[in-house]
């Protein structure tokens, strides 16, 4: 899991209600991504970010926000929008500077009932 | 662990066998691509990439070999060993900044 760290591996809340998901990496990486997996599927993209105070949508930004304040840290909120947040998510990180491969943490599952 | 292999296509080996994992891409500009293997409830891993001026590259008991007319990838893993066992993704990207990910085949290689 290289030096990413997700934080807690498991997570239950209630339908309704907000939650963020912890990203901290010290690799250096100027690039953080979150994705989210489903059994069964590959990974898809929420949301990155390719340097500090800024990030965009990826393929599915609907119901999720993040922030990134600092260099080493990518939170994610799961929002009450999100219509089907149980999922395992997925943080990674890469150097940005042309270098493609990404690092990954070891992931977070969210369930919500 | 987390149950990321549902519904996945399975490759069943014997261990020593050698595998071969497939991957067909469709964005003919993707000019990196790179493999990684997911064990149950961790996250992905970095096995392998490739560059698109490459048709072949080897590591440590694993090729990848690319095949940019028919767009394909694949992925062999020589003398396969029971810690094989996991799910393997393709990615792929035509420049800086994101990776579209395949669903993944699961490797099961039996004792």
């Known amino acids: 899991d290289g030096g990413i760290t997700q934080s807690p591996k498991y997570l239950f809340r209630k339908e309704g209600q907000n939650v963020t998901l912890s990203c901290e990496q010290n690799l250096n990486h100027d690039a953080m991504y979150w994705y989210r997996q489903d059994p069964g599927q590959g990974l898809r993209l929420i949301y990155y970010s390719q340097i500090v105070n800024d990030f965009q949508k990826g393929d599915i930004a609907e119901g999720y926000s993040v922030s990134r304040e600092k260099k080493e840290s990518f939170p994610l909120t799961v929002t009450s929008a999100q219509k089907n947040p149980t999922a395992f998510y997925l943080c990674?990180?890469?150097?940005?500077?042309?270098?493609?491969?990404?690092?990954f943490g070891p992931g977070t599952r969210l369930t919500v009932t | 662990g987390e149950s990321v292999g549902l519904h996945l296509p399975t490759l069943s080996v014997q261990e020593g066998d050698n595998s071969i994992i497939n991957c067909a891409y469709s964005?003919?500009?993707?000019?990196?691509f790179i493999w990684y293997k997911q064990e149950s409830g961790k996250g992905p891993q970095f096995i392998i990439d490739?560059?698109?001026?490459?048709d072949k590259r080897q590591g440590q008991r694993v090729t990848v070999l690319l095949n940019k007319t028919v767009k394909h990838l694949s992925l062999q893993i020589a003398a396969t060993q029971p810690g094989d066992s996991a799910v393997y993704f393709c990615a792929e990207t035509s420049g800086y900044s994101t990776l579209t990910f395949g669903k993944g085949t699961m490797l099961l290689v039996s004792p």
């Open positions: 490739i560059r698109s001026n490459m």
């Open positions: 964005n003919s500009a993707s000019d990196y």
């Open positions: 990674a990180s890469s150097s940005g500077r042309g270098g493609y491969e990404q690092y």
